[in-house]
Each structure stands twice: as C-alpha cells, then as structure tokens.
C-alpha cells in the first residue's frame, strides 16, 4: 500500500503539491514572457517590465520547488515514522502563512515595479537581490514557516520510528533552514555581501536541496520498486559527505571575479563537478540490483512490478538530467579558464535550466504522482497518454531550450568577449549577432513546448485516476 489520506499529514501534502502545480505554470508563463521579450523588447513595454518578469520567474520556480519539497516531506512523514506528523494543525497553519505571503509578495513585484530604493523599500517591497528579491518581512515569515515545519520534522521523527532516510532528512534541513539566514544580513562591501549572498545561491541550493531530493527519491524507489532500504540508505550518507564536502568547496567556483584569493580557482573548478555523483549512483546500484533479482539479467519469469510507472519514469529522467544539467553542462563553463569568457553569458542560464529541471523538478513532479496514486488508492499505477506527452514534450522542450542558450552563449563567448575584448561595443554586436538570434528564437519555441508538456502534466494529475488501466486495491 502506497499510502493513503487517512493521515492528516498527507492531506496537507496534496494542499502542497496543489500550489507548488500553480506556481510550476506561473514560473512557465512568465519565462515565455521574458523569452519573448528577448525577441520583441517592446512586446507589453510599460505594462510589465522585463527585469520584473524575470524576478517573478525564477521566484516562482525557487518557492514551487519549496512547496513541492515541504509537501513531499509531509506525505513521506507518516509512512517513514509510523505514525501521524506531530503538531499538524500548527503546519496548516504555516502553509496557509506561507501562500499569503508568496501571493502578496508577487502581487507587490507586479503592481510596483519602479520607486526609489529606501530602508523601508527593503522592508516593505524589495531587498534588490537577485535571486533573494523578496522583502524583510516576508523573510521572517518564510523564517517562521520553516521553523513550524522543522519542529514538525523533528517533533515525529522524535516520537515515531527513525529510519536513515529521516536521520538524513533532519540533518539536512537543519543546513537548509541556517544556510538561508547567510542572505539576511548586509555589509557595506560588496565582496563580502556578495561571499555570503552565494552561500544562500548555491549552497542553499546546490547542496541542502540536493539532499533533500536525494531523500524524496530514496523513499520513492523504495516504495515503487521495493529497493532495499541499506542500498538507499548508504548512498544517502554518502551523498551527504560529497555534496556537504564537494558542495562547500565547489561553492568556489562563484568566487572567482568577486576578490577573492585565486586558490579559489582551481578548489571551486574541481570540487563543484562532483555533486552530482551519488544521486545517479544511487539510481544505478537500485536499477541493477532490482534488474537482477527480479530475473531480467538472467532470463528468469519472476519480474518486480513498477507501482507507480509514471513516478518512476520522471525519477529516471531526473537521476540522468541531474547528471546532464549539474554535471556536464555546470562543469561546462566552470573552469575559470573559461569561465574568464562564458561568465555572464547565456552558458550560466543553460546550465541553470537543464539543472533545475534534472536535479529538482523532475522527483517533485514524480512525488506530486506518488500523492495521486496515494489519494485515489492507486495499487499500481500505469503510464497514460497524457503522461507520455507531460514527460516527453517536458523533457524536450527544456533540453532543446538548454542547447538554444549553449548557442548564443557560444556567440558571445567568441564575439563578444573573445572578438571584442569584452567591450560595450562587442556586447551589442553579439546581441545583433543572427545566430544570437535565432538561438533565443529557438529558446521561446522551445519554451512553448515546455508548457504544452505542463498543460498536459497538469490533465494526467488531474484525470489518471479515471483511466481503465490502473489497478486499485
């Protein structure tokens, strides 16, 4: 049995997974929007701001990423601990905290897109971070959610049973919840500011984040596939020793051009490559060993059955598009040889793409069909059209809008900074430059196949329940 709402945990997770969904198609909207003003730098001149669009498309992506990972938590809790999370009421409380504040905050980053910076504009509007936009207050209110959801955590793990995959789930977010305070503070020096603003960037993500996920796929092979808890359990230690080790030294690679020592080069251009090691070891040990003993390798009859297909498949993309996106295309332009020419280009943008969707979105997505099935008492549950269109023309769409963006990363790389010696000059030639051109053109194309593949996802969430082929217990 995958589990399902007779926990008030796991109804809360669904109140998750409901508005992580949302916030996925807001985050595709607005990229579409800066896409194409990218092409059209007059397409709702005056009405939308092309800085704004962009703030509220990574924002989304950030916080539906982090509804998704909360929610997720919320429905593994119960089956990991035996019993019902603790203080639960206090966690409806926090989500409903939370989603006013996000639906405040975008409000605000629409409605008022110009003014003049003040103390009370980084209280009340914006602290004019990329990537951390959102004003004080609302980060003391995501402060106090967390805290609600740490004392959630720890409160049932405490009290119920504890597995490896909860003693690394709570060591990981209490990283999670002190590496977020590094962007609270401000110094007047820039360098310094900008050390402790990447503390959050990337190890905020590139490290806690990928533990987390690292959990969620965990407890999703073991449920899918019945993979052996010590397998999972191993790889999940040894991803915390990696990722905790590669992930702090890696960090370096953000340190290059901002005055720091130059040991910093080679440290950060090493270390930050090895990050996506584990997970897809991990996918490869549990894959071999369920191929092996269920008779695939040796052409025996006794096969496992997948009880979830359409989660399994979004966690194999995810393991192989981790390795793509954080691996080959970070390790692209980390080199600070390279880096010299690709920093501030269009490769970082390529890479955060293919990354976020391989490391991140794709075991979220897979753990929003654990809760359907989980909801609608699913014994296993069957790929569908709309699942085959979702995962394809998702997986396509942000591949092909990656290798657009590595093409005019290219441009600028040898036109602008290589040709014209990083000048204002050179800057406008490679923007004007065709192929340029027709690789943001593909990027927006692209783009609108990423939301075709989401308008489908969202159809198979809501519809898989009523297709014949599922099997119910």
């Not at 096969?303 to 996106?325: T, Y």
Request: hydrophobic letters at 55%.
């Amino acid at each position: 049995m995958l589990g399902n709402l007779q926990y008030e945990s796991k109804k809360l997770a669904i109140m998750y997974f409901t508005v992580a969904a949302i916030l996925f198609g807001a985050q595709l909207l607005f990229g579409l929007i800066i896409a194409t003003q990218y092409l059209y730098p007059s397409f709702l001149f005056e009405i939308l701001d092309f800085s704004t669009a962009r703030m509220v498309h990574i924002n989304a992506l950030v916080v539906w990423l982090l509804y998704a990972m909360i929610g997720s938590v919320y429905w593994i809790l119960p089956d990991e601990t035996g019993i019902e999370t603790v203080g639960i009421k206090l966690g409806k409380l926090g989500f409903y905290v939370l989603t006013a504040a996000v639906t405040v905050v975008v409000l605000v980053y629409i409605l008022v897109q110009t003014g003049s910076g003040s103390k009370l504009t980084t209280w009340l509007i914006i602290e004019g971070r990329e990537y951390i936009e959102a004003p004080r207050w609302a980060d003391i209110g995501i402060v106090v959610v967390v805290l609600i959801f740490l004392f959630n955590v720890f409160a049932t793990a405490i009290k119920g049973k504890m597995t490896g995959i909860i003693q690394v789930l709570m060591a990981d977010l209490l990283a999670l919840a002190g590496l977020y305070l590094a962007g609270m503070f401000y110094t007047a020096n820039i360098s310094i500011d900008q050390y402790w603003w990447w503390w959050v960037i990337h190890l905020w993500v590139e490290a806690t984040w990928e533990v987390f996920v690292a959990c969620l796929a965990g407890y999703a092979l073991i449920k899918i596939l019945d993979a052996k808890r010590e397998i999972i359990e191993m790889w999940l230690w040894i991803e915390v020793a990696m990722l905790f080790g590669s992930g702090i030294l890696g960090l370096g690679h953000h340190y290059f051009w901002i005055g720091t020592p130059e040991y910093w080069w080679e440290i950060g251009a090493l270390f930050s490559a090895l990050e996506p090691v584990p997970l897809v070891a991990m996918f490869v040990h549990v894959i071999y060993d369920w191929g092996k003993e269920s008779g695939i390798a040796k052409g025996k009859d006794k096969i496992h059955i997948l009880k979830n297909s359409p989660a399994f498949a979004w966690l194999i993309v995810g393991a192989f598009g981790n390795f793509l996106g954080a691996g080959v295309w970070g390790f692209m332009h980390t080199l600070p040889q390279i880096n010299l020419y690709t920093h501030g280009t269009q490769w970082p943008a390529a890479h955060g793409h293919l990354a976020f969707y391989g490391a991140y979105a794709t075991i979220l997505i897979g753990m929003m069909y654990m809760g359907v099935q989980g909801k609608n008492r699913i014994k296993q549950m069957k790929m569908t059209r709309s699942s085959k269109l979702a995962i394809s023309l998702i997986t396509i769409g942000v591949l092909g809008m990656t290798v657009a963006l590595t093409a005019s990363a290219y441009v600028q790389t040898m036109v602008e900074r290589a040709q014209w010696g990083a000048t204002w000059e050179g800057y406008f030639v490679a923007q004007n430059s065709v192929w340029f051109l027709q690789g943001v053109g593909w990027r927006l194309f692209m783009g609108l196949v990423t939301f075709v593949g989401f308008v489908f996802l969202i159809k198979d969430l809501l519809t898989i329940k009523s297709d014949k082929r599922q099997v119910y217990t």
